[in-house]
Antibody, heavy 123, light 107 residues
Framework: QVQLQESGPGLVKPSETLSLTCAVSDYSISSGYYWGWIRQPPGKGLEWLGSIYHSGTTYYNPSLKTPVTISLDSSKNQFSLKLTSVTAADTAVYFC????????????????WGQGTLVTVSS | EIVMTQSPATLSVSPGERATLSCRASQSVNSNLAWYQQKPGQAPRLLIYGASTRATAIPARFSGSASGTEFTLTISSLQSEDFAVYYCQQYAHWPLTFGGGTKVEIK
């Protein structure tokens, strides 16, 4: 059973960088799959932020106002999210998730999710 | 970007009754659609992928269907644990997009 666990600061000041890490257990992230980040503002719906393939190829949501970077650390079996110059609009629960891949290399649905971590942007 | 539109926003259903949730894509996504269930304070749980294939351990009362760009999630007989918010998501094209959700509440 694949397990994912988000970690990072729960409070970030406006204009600073939000950094989160997702530790993966019982599966080597370098073996395959996409690995993604999704967020959910309080009381609202889900928003995909971006995904990274095990090879390092990344896809990001172009609708995001805040620049996003996702990276892999295979040695620690984890992947990370960075949002720079955050604002109050970036306050949300952030989820990491495993995303399936088909034989063409295209991303599929999310099958395993972390429990989520609330990040509040406030001074 | 493909826009996913879910309806209704809220569905009031009595336990034991049938619930029908809709999701419409702004352009073709073929069968590249998933449904998720989310309960308060929890992560979403995958219910359906490929528009109609139940994920592992999902009860048979959950079913998905598709007709063109219209997708339907049916819960044949609502159990108490099924009252939650349901989201559809397309994965045919980047960027991945979710619908706004349908809340299934107790009538």
């Amino acid at each position: 059973q694949v397990q994912l666990q988000e970690s990072g600061p729960g409070l970030v000041k406006p204009s600073e960088t939000l950094s989160l890490t997702c530790a993966v257990s019982d599966y080597s992230i370098s073996s395959g799959y996409y690995w993604g980040w999704i967020r959910q503002p309080p009381g609202k719906g889900l928003e995909w932020l971006g995904s990274i393939y095990h090879s390092g190829t990344t896809y990001y949501n172009p609708s995001l106002k805040t620049p996003v970077t996702i990276s892999l650390d295979s040695s620690k079996n984890q992947f990370s999210l960075k949002l720079t110059s955050v604002t109050a609009a970036d306050t949300a629960v952030y989820f990491c998730a495993r995303q399936g891949v088909n034989h063409y290399g295209s991303g599929l649905n999310f099958d395993y999710w972390g429990q989520g971590t609330l990040v509040t942007v406030s001074s | 970007e493909i826009v996913m539109t879910q309806s209704p926003a809220t569905l009031s259903v009595s336990p034991g009754e049938r619930a029908t949730l809709s999701c419409r894509a702004s352009q073709s996504v073929n069968s590249n659609l998933a449904w998720y269930q989310q309960k308060p304070g929890q992560a979403p749980r995958l219910l359906i992928y490929g528009a109609s294939t139940r994920a592992t351990a999902i009860p048979a009362r959950f079913s998905g269907s598709a007709s063109g760009t219209e997708f339907t999630l049916t819960i044949s007989s609502l159990q108490s644990e099924d009252f939650a918010v349901y989201y559809c998501q397309q994965y045919a094209h980047w960027p991945l997009t979710f619908g706004g959700g349908t809340k299934v509440e107790i009538k």
